[in-house]
């Protein structure tokens, strides 16, 4: 983005020197619709400087957390900044929809983009400014906690990440071993996430109580503009899962403790191939993983090949995992260069190639988007941003040769990773369900907490793995989802979007060509439409029916079997 209302040099170091610019759009006139639409990209281009510069704070911190300097850099925004911001942007978006020419905007374009305004109006609460202050400072502690967590093996410290690549070791005894190390790291920690997810649920809650909610459930459903969806509509989601997905995914348990030739099939065992063969190893380092990645998006479309190199070339790559590093992936996106940022922590797994072709269709969707004349255009729900990505995990699956140019290796890559959706999706409808009994209530103990997952986790397992004598790891399972800490409800949009993905892949299976001009169309259109509209633009259709569930799930398990 070319700065227009700004100065080239600009750049946010106090309040003192961002409060002038949010002034003078706050008592800017307006005369005309096209002074209204002017204004409009002037603080579109205010949000984006913002935006990114937080960003950037962010991203640095998450790549070196044991760096105080980065730490407290991120933090400042966070106490400094923002705060002091979130009273005027209420005020700008009330400017702009009290202004007496908002109804002359063009509905296409602008419908979704006020109909959110309204809502963010509706929902801020000066009272809450503080209480989300300190709320962002909390939700990093997680970040800093687990990327403190490491085990030594055969003399060398290694991250987790690193350390559960042996659970694809054929030695048994190994795989059981490493298990037992990373629990036992875990469980040092289980108090101390305890204690600050019983402190963030209570923020929360208090937040929701402040602006008028019974509970965090029903105001974040609202804050997340669920305009296309309810409540209801989440639970019947999880019990279509659970009643079309679970028993798919029993049967390939028992499938593969038969394989494997085991009375006993336990929690060590589930990622050791069931023919004895050796891991796969799709790359090697981070350099290659990119280079490999842009070698397979260059088969199915150039254009997403050259966003990755453009990403490379501009150091917005950050893949290999590393002590001090913050856990996870994400795709960042920097509003103002309009060039994101991908963060995982791979350590040359199947999986870790998976979240970077995930993690780059965030990347080609943030570079189709770019174009659009706001940022809020630009800043698509989950459901949409979540498409993006799992439809190119799948799409790109049908050209996977340069990580597996061995066929079987191929084949055997493309099962483990369909076996990878069906599976996710039961994981996705507990930590979902979890979140709505957490925040409907707000004053459990934690043996109601504990006993409420363990529920959960039957509810959603298959019976196959058996936990006997590791009771303890289960009931505490969930404290390894980043989430429910730090982006709590933002989770059923996965398994939404997998639906859809699943169905996007079966349209490029049929007619790729076509496919890919949907897809391209979906997301170059960012959220300048609703949810339903942009899966319609794509395609598809945004449905988590039971009905739709089966049929995805009978493809899936048909394109399986066919291999």
Known sequence: MQRRYLSPDFKITTWDNLKPLLEELKNRSLNSVADLKQWMKDHSEVDAVISEDGAWRYIKMTCNTQDEALQTNFNFFVTEIEPHISPYTNDLNKKLIECKFVDELEKDTYFVYVRGLKKSIELYREENIPLITELRQKEQDYGTISAAQTITYNGEEMTLQKASTFFKSNDRALRESIYHQIQSRRAEDEDTLNKLYTELIALRHQVALNTGYANYRDFKHDELGRFDYSVQDC???QDAIQKHIVPLVKQNELARKTALKLESYRPWDKEVDA???????????????????ITCFNTIDPYFAECITIM???????????IGKAPGGYNYPLMETDVPFIFMNAVGLHRDMVTMVHEGGHAVHAFLAANLELTEFKSTPSE????????????????????????????????????????????????????HWIYTHPKHTLEERYACWMEIS?????????????????????QGQLHLYEV??????????????????????????QALANYKQALALGYTKTIPELYKAAGIQFDFSPAYVKELADFVKGEYEAL
């Open 235 to 237: 639970y019947n989601f």
């Open 275 to 293: 023919d004895g063969k050796a891991p796969l190893k799709p790359f090697t380092t981070g350099a290659d993983l990119a280079a490999k990645t």
């Open 312 to 322: 490379q070339n501009m150091k917005r790559l950050d893949l290999e995992s590393r």
């Open 384 to 435: 949409v941003a979540e498409l993006a990505s799992m439809s190119m995990e799948l799409i790109s699956m049908e050209h996977w040769e340069p990580f597996f140019p061995n066929a079987d290796d191929l084949k055997r890559a493309k099962k483990e990773q369909l076996n990878d959706v069906l599976k996710g999706l039961p994981w996705i409808a507990s930590i979902d369900k979890f979140q």
């Open 458 to 478: 039957k509810d959603f397992g298959t019976g196959v793995i058996d936990h006997t004598g590791l009771e303890n790891n289960l009931k505490r399972s969930w």
């Open 488 to 513: 709590p409800f933002y989770y059923i949009e996965y398994g939404m979007a997998q639906l859809g993905a699943i169905a996007m892949w079966r349209s490029y299976k049929q007619n790729p060509k």
